[in-house]
C-alpha cells in the first residue's frame, strides 16, 4: 500500500479510537540490506535500502495528561506511558521501541508531551526487515513533530539505536536505524559505520529490481546469539591486537589464526571477506554491473551460511532455488539479509522476470520447505516523514 493511503487508514483509525482527526502523521521505513552483513558492529561497510514498507503513526495532543497512550492497530491493545517521570521498561512488550526513545529524548533534556497516538505497521515482524527499527525512528519522528523541534538525523538514529540495545536487549549495530531516518528514495546508502559518513548509491536502472523473500521463519535477535556473534568478533580483534575487524585484513588473520579458535576465526573471516565485498558491490551498482553485484550476494551468502552460522535451511532453499534458476531466468544474485536466523531473502533480478520468478521461487519453495513464502518487491524509499503537522 502507497504511503498516503497508509497515513489516509491510520488517520481513520485515530479517528475511531479517539474521537476526533489526528494532528500530526509520522511514518519511518522497514529497510533491505543489499550486502554488508554483520559488518556495522565491526566498524564496516553496510548497504541497505528503505523499502516501501512503514511504521506510521496518528496522533495529537493527549487528553490524560503525563501519559502517552498508544493505540496498536494490530495488536488492537493500547499501552499508557508514563511520561511524567523518566521513562522504564513495561508492557506490552513492543511498547518498549516507543519507551526508549522517549527515555532517550529525556535523556537530552527534552520533556516528552501527553500524547493520543494510534499506529499501524507493514513491516512484516520478525521478518528481518527492522521492523522494530521503523518503530523507534517514528517514534523519535513523531517526537519531533509534536514538540517542533527537529533534531539531526544521525543522532536521531543513534537515540534509536540505544533504545534498541536498552529497551529491547538486541546490542545491534547502526544500519537499520541509520536507513531509516536516511533512506533516500530510489538510492541505496553507502555507510561507513565508523566514521558514520553515508554515500547516496543511485538505484535507478529500471532494468533490474529487488525482490524480498520472507522465508516465514521468524527471526529473533534477541535469543542471544546474535550478542555472541558480537563477542565472538570483539574477540578475534582483541586477538589480532587491532581496535575493531575493520583494521584486520585477511593477510593479518591467516598470519593469527594459530592464536584462535576455530569458530573465531571464521567469525573473522566472514566479517574482513564482507567488508571488501560491500565496497566492491557499491562500486558494481555505481557502474550498473549486475553480474558482478549478484556473484558477491551468494559469497556473502555463502560466507552467512558456512563461516557466520546465521543462515538457516529455508534461507539456504530460497539462494538455492535463485541459484538454480540463474541468470538465464533473470536472477543475479541473491542472499539471506538482517540478522539472520530466519527472516528474509533479497534477490536482484531482471525487472521484466518478476512475475515469473516469483511464481517459480513460491512453487519450489513451497515444495522444498513444506512452507508458504511472502514475496515482494519494493523500489528504494525514502526515509522518515512528517507527512502532516
Ligand atoms: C540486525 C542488526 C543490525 C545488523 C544486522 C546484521 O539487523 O540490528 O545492526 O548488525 O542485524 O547485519
Redesign the pocket.
Known sequence: MILSDLAAQVAGQFKTAYGRPPRWIVAAPGRV?VIG?????NDGF?LPMAIERYAVMAADTGTTPGTVSVYDTQFKETAKIDVSRPVTKGQPKWSNYLRGVMAGFQQRGQAIPALDVAMLSTVPLGG?L?SS?ALEVCTATLLEAATGRTIDPVEKALIAQKA?HEFAG?P?????QFISALGREGHLLLLDCRTRKTELVPMSDPSVELLIVNTNVKHE?GSGE?AKRRAECEAAARILGVPSLRDATADALEAGRGKMTGVVYRRARHVIGEIERTVHAAEGVRASNWTAVGQLMYASHASLRDDYEVSCQELDTVVEIAETIGIAGGVYGCRMT??GFGGCAVALIKAGSVQAITQKIAADYRAKAGREATIFSSRPAAGATIIQG
Open positions: 540490506n552483513e554483520h559488518t556495522d558492529y553496510v528481518g527492522s527499527a534498541e538486541v545491534c549495530g547502526i544500519m537499520d535477535l546474535y538482517g540478522g
